[in-house]
């Protein structure tokens, strides 16, 4: 299949064709959602909190991130994959911003990076994508910021968001992801930039939509946020399966004779 490229994500947005992004952090579940025709995937700094268990993004390292960019990478064979810079490699010195992105090209089979912040982060996306590093920018709600915004929280301020988006648009960030948005907002910077906008939280009004998988399959337990939506519930199967592997075993009903040697 035909590599989805940052001019093929531009010409989606300029036919109103939506874009479709998902996350992914494992070579297994990469290849299903490749195969299902995902235009977009997503290493996530979220696999801090869905893989490792932890209670934020903060925790995941840069080393971490290119461990799961690998398998990601290797099992993509259409979907661009984008590869979140973690915390702190987008807030620290350029110089190790732009090494940390160098990393996701050299050592994965990865095509960008994504770092969260608009105006403030313009220097910075602008270094990056000069070095030849593709940058998606990612405005809203910053999850990375948690601590200071003292949870997480809508991000309302349409007059300061839409700023944000162009100034990484003006920076060369090819797309710009919004998360937790009024819908409202979502249309406003929308309407004021041309490249692709991918909400998450940010309702209908955007040229594509992302979610986190383990919530849309239904593999992550507890709170998930009001805009995902659980399309399938895989942790069912999954808990149902082994129920039914340690009973067969326990009865004496696995392995069969046709199941040994
Ligand atoms: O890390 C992540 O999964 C993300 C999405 C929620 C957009 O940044
Ligand atoms: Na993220």
Known sequence: PKRVTTRTLQAMRDRGQAITMLTAYDFPTAKLLDEAGIDVLLVGDSLAMVVQGHDTTLPVTMDQMIYHAEMVGRASQRAMVVVDLPFPEGQIEITRSIEASARVLKETRCHAVKLEGGAEQAGRIEAIVTAGVPVMAHVGLRPQNIHVDGGYRL?????????????????????????????????????????????????????????????????????????????????????????????????????SDQESF
């Open 155 to 255: 991000q309302r301020d349409t007059e300061k968001l839409v700023s944000d988006a162009k100034a990484a648009e003006e920076a060369g960030a090819f797309a710009v992801l919004i998360e937790c948005v009024p819908a409202s907002v979502a249309t406003a910077i929308t309407a004021a930039v041309k490249v692709p906008t991918i909400g998450i939280g940010a309702g209908r009004d955007v040229s594509g939509q992302v979610l986190v998988t383990h919530d849309i399959v239904g593999l992550t337990s507890g709170y998930t946020p009001k805009f995902t939506r659980q399309f399938a519930d895989l942790g069912k199967g999954m808990r149902d399966a082994a129920k039914e592997y340690l009973e067969q075993v326990r009865s004496g009903g696995f392995p």
